[in-house]
């Protein structure tokens, strides 16, 4: 029967060299007898990279979907059997033994137009059989023999170490190679001019079938049941998914998952009797007699394993075989299969914290981190740049989601959804078990204004003499002015309605009336180095006067240019946050503080005057900033964190109204 998941398993199975490396390390005995759960414990990010803004922090190697390699020999090593570890990775499923297909066939090459392959006799003599006409040849021991195309496209010949053609075979004929005791190194090569290697393999089992159509050349190794043992195990003896020397219960539970594999995902529909599947990490990763020798060498317990299971898989609890994928690692939680592929979600596909398994094991990518530059993230999801990105935290419904990703295509605001695997992809790393956040320089000043006059807030950011800018009707703007170290402040300075952004540099003064780059159209001294500077429309009019607050007190001006303070008075302690707003909707613009998350804002100015109202918005790590988020003339608060400004339509406590999302 196959799978519905079938057809988005070809490509999800990733093993890692990393495993097969590891081939000769002694298995660490389990250190207790007590099987432990599988997380609670968590698992450190990596640092933060020193380059790029976008920062994707992960864990593992893999799909992260259904059992992790490593977590199973952490598990192992903990003491926990085979059956607890898949039933822990697969939830609700159970352990059954079924009836096997007799018949499992490899497949070597396809269709190959220019396809070729050789096979070079390392253990004993092998025997060609041309099956219809039931003619056969036998192979000296050490030589390589070569089957390719015809030139006139008739079929396919046998060509022996001399080149000497020994026979052929018609289009649709088929032509055996028997290995059946003896070892042949079968190699597989296409492409244009059939050089690029597609199997390299040694094989001892049973048959290497060989035929061509109008397409092209096909290979494939074809296991029977017979004496010796059955086609799934002699398939399974040879598999190279996990080092030989890892604990017994982990090899048993690698064996198990296998199995299921491919007996849930590769029943030939053409075929009741065949299992047909791949020998790449496509599919599972094939080794043949190198892997068998290999696990030989080392005591074979990788056979034993495979042996003790025998017809066992993995089933629902209406006995139905599962899409047992698997991956190298999760680095200490595995994720759901709607958040990877998208879909509908799957029962035994669900989010599994195995952080205490996982820790217990060699996991070499347990945690990693990348940087990109924010044109490279922005190419990388297809767009010109990027406003924003949402992603959910793992385990968390939000995350099933996807990948949210906001930005500009031709100067057009769009948002697409990514899968986990397809975000995966993109981005080029090991796994689709990450989170996104934005690198805001610390430097960063988050901004608010109105920039085009709407009537609505928009919100910004100046960095190092870089302004970025974020309309609410989605539009962007980024441009220079100033310098690094210089601090922007927002304003009206010419009555036009619309605001810009100035900057100050010590205690000089430079103000654009449009939100580009060019020369200043206001330049004056006003304050000291070490003051804040601040603008507002502190008696009404249609022009923003400047200020600054300097420890607690606001030394201001009705007008953009420099001399005396006009008002000037003590409101606030010197740890505050100064902010600025129409708190009231009169029209004019009067002080607040922010004391940690504390907002305490002010109608009227002076000294000793009360506040208006006090309310807690926000945490005391926030930056903030204030707007008339929904429009109209009424003042409101915003917290910003990371890359995020979240919003609120009252000056009160409660929750966010919206959220804006802009990279610097």
């Not at 198990?256 to 599919?283: E, H």
């Not at 609505?456 to 190092?464: C, F, M, Q």
């Not at 010590?506 to 500077?533: E, I, K, Q």
């Amino acid at each position: 029967m196959k799978h519905p998941l079938r057809q988005v398993v070809i490509g999800c199975l990733t093993v890692v060299a990393a495993l097969l490396a590891l081939g000769s390390v002694p298995a660490r005995a389990a250190t207790t007898a007590v099987c432990p759960p599988a997380g609670g414990v968590g698992t450190a990010d990596a640092p933060t990279p020193s380059t790029g803004v976008l920062i994707v922090q992960g864990h593992g190697w893999g799909h992260s979907l259904g059992m992790s390699q490593y977590g199973a020999q952490g598990a192992a090593r903990l003491g926990c059997s085979a059956a607890t570890i898949l039933s822990t990775y697969y939830t609700g499923t159970a352990l059954a033994q079924q009836t096997l297909r007799p018949t499992v066939k490899l497949r070597l090459l396809r269709d190959e137009p220019a396809g070729r392959s050789t096979a070079q006799a390392l253990v004993g003599t092998l025997t060609w059989v041309a099956v219809d006409a039931n003619v056969s040849v036998v192979q000296p021991q050490g030589e390589t023999w070569t089957v390719q195309r015809r030139a006139d496209g008739r079929g396919i010949v046998l060509l022996d170490a001399a080149g000497a053609q020994r026979f052929w075979i018609n289009t649709g004929g088929v032509l055996r190679l028997q290995e059946r005791g003896s070892v042949a190194r079968v190699r597989s090569f296409g492409g244009a001019d059939g050089t690029t290697v597609r199997t390299d393999l040694q094989l001892r089992w049973d048959d290497t079938e060989l035929s061509s159509s109008s397409l092209g050349l096909s290979v494939n190794q074809v296991l029977r049941d017979d004496a010796s043992a059955s086609a799934v195990q002699k398939y399974l003896w040879g598999l190279a998914e996990v080092p030989v020397s890892w604990p017994a219960a982990a090899l048993q539970a690698q064996a198990i998952a296998a199995r299921t594999y491919l007996v849930a995902g590769y029943a030939d529909a053409s075929d009741p009797s065949t299992y047909t599947i791949g020998t790449t990490s496509a599919t599972q990763n094939y080794g043949g007699y190198r892997q068998e020798s290999l696990d030989q060498a080392y005591g074979g317990a990788w056979r034993a394993a495979v042996d003790a299971t025998d017809r066992q898989v993995i089933v629902t609890p209406d006995g139905l075989p599962i899409n047992a994928v698997y991956s190298s690692s999760a680095g200490g939680r595995t994720e759901d299969v709607r958040y990877v592929w998208g879909g509908p979600g799957v029962s035994y596909l669900q989010s599994v914290d195995d952080s205490r398994w996982d820790a217990a094991s060699d996991n070499p990518f347990r945690s990693w981190a990348v940087g990109l530059a924010a044109d490279d993230a922005a190419r990388r999801f297809g767009f010109d740049s990027i406003l924003g990105v949402q992603l959910g935290a793992p385990g968390t419904a939000q995350r099933l989601a996807g990948v949210s990703v906001t930005g500009l295509v031709a100067g057009v605001p769009t948002s697409r959804t990514f899968t986990g695997s397809a975000a995966r992809a993109a981005l080029g790393v090991r796994s689709p078990s990450f989170t996104l956040r934005w690198l805001v320089p610390a430097n960063s000043q988050p901004l608010a204004g109105d920039f085009d006059g709407d009537g609505r807030g928009d919100v910004g950011w100046y960095t190092d003499g870089r302004v970025t800018l974020l309309t609410a009707s989605g539009a962007r703007r980024t441009y220079s002015l100033g310098r690094a170290g210089d601090r922007a402040v927002v304003g009206d300075w010419d009555g036009n309605g619309k605001d810009s952004v100035g900057v100050v540099d010590g205690n000089t003064w430079c103000l654009r009336n449009l939100v580009n780059s060019g020369p200043c159209d206001l330049t004056f001294r006003y304050g000291a180095a070490t003051d804040w500077p601040v603008a507002g429309r502190w008696h009404g009019g249609k022009v923003d006067g400047i200020g600054v607050w300097r420890g607690g007190k606001w030394l201001l001006r009705d007008t953009p240019g420099g001399g005396s303070a006009q008002f000037a008075f003590a409101w606030g302690r010197p740890t505050d946050v100064p902010i600025v707003g129409d708190w009231d909707g009169n029209g004019t613009d009067t002080q607040g503080v922010v004391r940690g998350n504390q907002w305490y804002v002010a109608n009227r100015m002076g000294t000793g005057v009360p506040h208006a109202t006090m309310f807690v918005y926000g945490k005391t790590s926030d930056r903030f900033v204030t707007g008339t988020w929904a429009g109209g003339r009424f003042s409101y608060p915003s917290t910003v964190a990371g890359n995020v400004f979240y919003q609120r339509n009252a000056l009160s406590a409660g929750p966010v109204t919206e959220r804006v999302t802009l990279a610097p």
